[in-house]
């Protein structure tokens, strides 16, 4: 849990209260009996109160109670402060009391300070995991995870789109009149619409509008649904006005409720959940939205600036902000991470009854009772653009996959909107006040209800209604007596019909005969036609080829003709010539010559023009006779074609015969189709309706024994936690005289290596002492030799003195005199350095032997010290001994107690797989 950071911070600060007595240190770490006698089980008022109540009672307590806190009591510590709970029941690692005690969160209690002593934490970790007992006649309460946190993107399709499998189709509560439709959502990626109802959420296919699943809601009214953006989660908030709000999440695919969330006073307006689906958000009358987390069950934060009831929430599509709006026109952004204020979104004049996301997350729509909708860009607030979209007041909003704006209000009037604000199309008005709306993206189709319950569809792009959905839908056994009585009377009029067309039938059964027997004679006829059409075919081809073949013969014989003419004609020309030639000899000769070629010329022509004469008379014999057997074509083909109309004309009045016998009939025959189909279709309502009806049964059962596995179960584990809790107080036990053992032989190891290192230190000092004594020896020679140079120098000196005496001006002697003197003076001064030299060394020696008397005094005072020890490590020897027996046998109750769990969730397993194999939902 994280709650909010400066609630926590409060907390923090006012948990670290005066220091604790070292409770267990004196206790369970301290005292062997207490060590091998740990407590069976770990409870509030025994072990968790004394350390809450010296930690942090004085600050948070019920007549304080810092930071909205009280421990001092088992419901105010359960109930948790202002930041939200800080106790999970079953875990102390989700935990936030446990967590901030144990450093392991920020900030860290006590600030500035170490954590309280282990042996605490570990009452309070017993505590926790054990169940969070409040005495020893409590049972444990374990808060069961629940992991539905989705990894993919959720603006993204699925593989897999969530659809219902076989849910249940009973109402929780049919009513004799509708109510008010509260409100609608659509799946994100199904062709599915949620409906708020009595007592229930009803899901509806939004293609067929057939009702595919009933989610029981018996806390009361929902009076807000909504899909996860992933599609595979349903969670509806409500409850009873003025006595109890929840929020309930189900599963979509199994219609199995995974958790329930919130302890309202009042009923739940607001809900809304992560696009993460790891925490959901409720709101209404008390003003306060509450964040809480999907998988522990535990609340996170409380986010308290409202002023009025809280109307609608709406977590971004990114998941990294959540608007909440009340009735006072406030609208507020909030970090969905931390519950950390984001922004504050200009108050409108009315209240702020929806909100919605632009999918992007770039955009926040409002609608408001003033009758406007209202667009702001999220970053800083800014009003983008508004618009009066509904007289009276905007009931519900919602942004569409493509941008746009679908909305309803006390207009009566369903409508769309384009991004830009400008109306796209508005719907059928309903009757009443308009509260609810949703465009299911998947097909298309608005859908939207108003105060009086009527709940209608229209497809979005033509504004055509398709149909509407049932509110209060009829219980199973309504459906099934409806079917059966439809059934009956459809059945009724089956057999009426059937027995009309039946004479009909009758007249019908020779006429179909007689046309087979005409139609196979028409064939034959037309068989015999087609036959006498290609013989036309043919002889008119050979007629056509004849006299062809005649008009070419007889075209070339007038070139004949006129060949012969000429070759006649010149044959009078040669016979002249020949006469003209006299009684010469020679033109004579060449005349006749000339004559007689001119007349074999025309001979020739003449042979020529009676062949081709002979060859056309041939040609005109065969096309006379080609034209002849054209002719007689001809007449068999017309005879053919009266056969054929014969023939035609007795189907023809066949068939207007069979015509008019069925034209009595279609009446009867559509009836009897249709009755047929609406038999088909009762029989199969009524076969549905009592499948559903057993299903249901066996539903109901399962569903009852699962039910009864899982309350086995949940005590099955708590049992366990409790004996594990016991198991982890007497390791604790174990480990402190562990510790206690260590933490001796520790001590005697650190005497020991300090005992080593006072004799090593000792046997230093006493080498560097005698190495010191030879330097103070040789030290005390160098003075004896200094002392005996300056006599020589001072005897020296006198008797220069007496020299200088009798002779006092001698240049030599006062040279001398005043180099000895110098002399004298450097000798004492070395004189004096080697006696401050051997003062020091002398000084430094005297330390060094205390150092070593002291080292050795120490060295028998560890040696005593190391005997009390090891007596301590034989007493903690003896603590572990029993100890480890105590934990040993707790760890044996704790696996018998596992086992236990394992029996109990095989069970549980068995009961979910039946239930699931019963839904559909195995593999």
Not at 563 to 571: F, G, N, P, R, Y
Request: aromatic share 4%; glycine share 8%.
């Amino acid at each position: 849990m994280i709650p909010h950071f400066a609630a926590r911070e409060r907390l923090a600060v006012h948990l670290a209260g005066p220091a604790l007595a070292a409770l267990l240190v004196q206790g369970l770490a301290a005292d062997p009996v207490m060590a091998a006698d740990a407590p069976a089980k770990m409870t509030f008022v025994d072990h968790a109160l004394p350390v809450l109540r010296q930690r942090c009672g004085s600050c948070h307590n019920a007549d304080k109670k810092t930071a909205g806190l009280d421990v001092t009591t088992y419901a105010g510590i359960m109930a948790g402060g202002g930041s939200g709970e800080v106790i999970t029941a079953g875990d102390s690692s989700q935990s936030y009391l446990y967590r901030v005690v144990t450093h392991e969160d920020e900030p860290k209690m006590p600030p500035d300070s170490p954590p309280i002593p282990e042996a605490e934490r570990q009452v309070l970790k017993a505590w926790i995991d054990g169940g969070v007992l409040e005495n020893s006649g409590s049972r444990p309460v374990i808060a069961k995870k629940v992991d539905v946190a989705m990894t993919a993107p959720a603006d993204k399709r699925p593989d897999v789109v969530p659809l219902p499998a076989h849910l249940s189709l009973e109402p929780v509560v049919r009513t004799a009149a509708l109510d008010a439709c509260a409100s609608i959502a659509t799946s994100p990626w199904a062709p599915l619409a949620a409906v708020c109802g009595q007592k229930q959420v009803l899901v509806y296919d939004t293609r067929s509008l057939a009702l595919s699943g009933v989610l029981p809601f018996p806390e009361g009214r929902p009076h807000v649904v909504r899909f996860s953006r992933g599609g595979g989660l349903v969670i509806a908030g409500g409850g009873v006005g003025a006595a109890s709000g929840r929020v309930a999440i189900w599963n979509l695919r199994s219609g199995r409720r995974i958790r329930t969330l919130g302890e309202e006073l009042d009923v739940v307006l607001a809900a809304d959940i992560s696009p993460d689906q790891r925490l959901v958000v409720l709101g209404g009358p008390q003003k306060v939205p509450r964040i809480y987390s999907v998988e522990t069950g535990s609340k996170l934060h409380d986010l308290g600036k409202h002023t009025d009831w809280v109307l609608a929430a709406a977590f971004s599509p990114d998941g990294t902000l959540l608007a909440t709006a009340d009735r006072a026109g406030g609208v507020f952004v909030w970090e969905t991470a931390t519950g950390r204020d984001f922004l504050t979104i200009p108050t409108h004049p009315a209240a702020v009854t929806c909100l919605s996301w632009r999918g992007d997350s770039n955009m926040l729509a409002t609608g408001c009772d003033d009758g406007q909708i209202r667009l702001f860009e999220p970053e800083n607030g800014t009003q983008v653009k508004a618009w009066g979209a509904h007289g009276g007041g905007v009931a519900s909003l919602e942004f569409t996959r493509d941008g746009r704006i679908a909305s309803v209000g006390r207009d009566k009037t369903p409508k769309l909107w384009k991004s830009d604000g400008n109306q796209d199309r508005a719907f059928d008005a309903f009757a009443d006040v308009g509260l609810s709306v949703a465009l299911c993206n998947e097909t298309g189709r608005l859908v939207s209800g108003d105060w009086t319950g009527e709940i209608r569809v229209w497809n979005a792009a033509d504004g055509a209604r398709v149909g509407s959905l049932d509110p209060n839908p009829p219980r199973l056994a309504d459906r099934v007596t409806g079917a059966e009585k439809v059934f009956t009377e459809r059945k009724a009029q089956l057999d009426a019909a059937m027995q009309a067309v039946a004479g009909i039938d009758a007249q019908l059964t020779n006429l179909p005969k007689e046309r087979e027997a005409a139609g196979a004679a028409k064939q034959a006829a037309e068989t015999a036609l087609a036959e006498a059409e290609k013989r036309v075919v043919d002889t008119a081809a050979a007629a056509a080829t004849a006299k062809q073949s005649h008009a070419e013969a007889a075209g070339a014989l007038p070139a004949l003709e006129q060949a012969l003419a000429a070759s006649s004609a010149e044959i009078p020309k040669a016979t002249e010539a020949v006469t003209a030639a006299g009684d010469d000899a020679a033109k004579k000769e060449a005349a006749t010559q000339a004559l007689a070629a001119t007349q074999a010329k025309e001979a020739e022509a003449r042979a020529k023009r009676d062949a081709h004469k002979a060859e056309v008379d041939k040609r005109a014999a065969v096309l006379a006779q080609a034209d002849q057997q054209a002719a007689q074509a001809g007449t068999a083909r017309d005879q053919m074609k009266a056969a054929v109309a014969a023939a035609a004309k007795k189907v023809e009045d066949i068939d207007a015969a069979l015509a008019k016998a069925r034209a009595d009939q279609p009446q009867h025959a559509a009836a009897v189709v249709d009755l047929r189909n609406q038999v088909a279709a009762a029989a199969e309502s009524q076969a549905r309706w009592l499948r559903e009806t057993a299903f249901q049964a066996s539903f109901d059962q399962l569903t009852a024994n699962l039910r009864r596995r899982e309350e086995s179960l949940g005590q099955a584990e708590g049992d366990a936690a409790a004996a594990d809790a016991k198991r982890q107080a007497d390791e604790q036990a174990r480990l402190a005289a562990v510790a206690e053992r260590d933490a001796a032989q520790k001590q005697i190891d650190a005497l020991n290596a300090a005992i080593a290192a006072s004799e090593t230190k000792a046997k230093e000092l006493l080498g560097q002492i005698e190495k010191r004594g030879a330097e103070l020896t040789a030290t005390q020679g160098t003075i004896e030799r200094t002392l005996q140079a300056l006599a020589v120098l001072d005897e020296a000196g006198k008797s220069l003195e007496k020299g200088l005496a009798a002779s006092a001006e001698d240049a030599d002697l006062k040279q001398s005199f005043a180099a000895l003197g110098a002399a004298r003076q450097a000798k004492q001064a070395q004189l004096k350095t080697h006696q401050d030299a051997l003062a020091a060394m002398m000084a430094e020696k005297g330390q060094w032997e205390q150092a070593v008397a002291g080292e050795r005094a120490a060295v028998e005072k560890r040696k005593t010290e190391v005997a009390t020890f090891a007596k301590a490590v034989e007493a903690a020897a003896a603590k572990i001994e029993s100890a480890t027996g105590v934990v040993t046998a707790s760890t044996k109750i704790v696996e018998e107690k596992r086992a236990v769990v394992a029996a109990r969730q095989s069970e549980v397993d068995a009961a979910t797989k039946e239930l699931d194999a019963l839904q559909g939902l195995s593999g």
